[in-house]
Antibody, heavy 117, light 110 residues
Framework: QVQLVESGGGVVQPGRSLRLSCTTSAFSLRNYPVHWVRQAQGQGLEWLSFISSNGLEQFYEDSVEGRFIISRDKSGNTVFLQLNRLRPADTAVYYC??????????WGQGTTVSVSS | QSALTQPASMSGSPGQSITISCTGTSSDIGAYNLISWYQQNAGKAPKLMIYEVTKRPSGVSNRFSGSKSGNTASLTISGLQPEDEADYYCCSFAGSGTLVFGGGTKLTVL
């Protein structure tokens, strides 16, 4: 099954940073816009951020704008989400997903971020 | 960016049909025919079930259908089956690459 692979999650203290990565060997991720979505334990899906296929456009949900940064590597085949000034409320499973027709048709399995002192 | 409104839970018996509603605003659901629906089983990643309001990805059962009227989108599941028990999320394009999700509906098949 075609899937994305996230990595980089872990346990981190409040105020610290993490960088999440999203990649795949199944297709060229550089040809697609990519989104990050998170889900806190027992809660719903929350859209976080978008990056265009060429990397020139980025958008963020209001609560993370200025703290999180989405980017692509030079090849365009890996997408990153830099999480800065982390808060306990950022504790969640973070998913990356490929966009087609303004829908998210391929998802990763998620990477867990836990922010705790 | 306020979440779309879905019923928290719904239930139905095998063979019945159910419709999950998703209410937004004139800035998201009402503005774009770019509504998608996702099914999520416990501990798993979401799965795309409907896109562009009414379209089904390859492999998704035709028991799943979508519609939209004004600021409200709907997902109908006909001929409910036990394997349909899951959480369902609506999602709308909200302009400039942004998306907004609904709060999710937990579907129980009795």
């Amino acid at each position: 099954q075609v899937q994305l692979v996230e990595s980089g999650g872990g346990v981190v203290q409040p105020g610290r940073s993490l960088r999440l990565s999203c990649t795949t060997s199944a297709f060229s991720l550089r040809n697609y816009p990519v989104h990050w979505v998170r889900q806190a334990q027992g809660q719903g899906l929350e859209w976080l951020s978008f990056i265009s296929s060429n990397g020139l456009e980025q958008f963020y949900e209001d609560s993370v704008e200025g703290r999180f940064i989405i980017s692509r590597d030079k090849s365009g085949n890996t997408v990153f989400l830099q999480l800065n000034r982390l808060r306990p409320a950022d504790t969640a499973v973070y998913y990356c997903a490929r966009q087609q027709s303004a829908a998210l048709d391929v998802w990763g399995q998620g990477t867990t971020v836990s922010v705790s002192s | 960016q306020s979440a779309l409104t879905q019923p928290a839970s719904m239930s139905g018996s095998p063979g019945q049909s159910i419709t999950i509603s998703c209410t937004g605003t004139s800035s998201d659901i009402g503005a774009y025919n770019l509504i998608s629906w996702y099914q999520q089983n416990a501990g798993k990643a979401p799965k795309l079930m409907i896109y562009e309001v009414t379209k089904r990805p390859s492999g998704v059962s035709n028991r799943f259908s979508g519609s939209k009227s004004g600021n409200t989108a709907s997902l109908t599941i006909s001929g409910l089956q036990p394997e349909d028990e899951a959480d369902y999320y609506c999602c709308s394009f909200a302009g400039s690459g942004t998306l907004v999700f609904g709060g999710g509906t937990k579907l129980t098949v009795l």
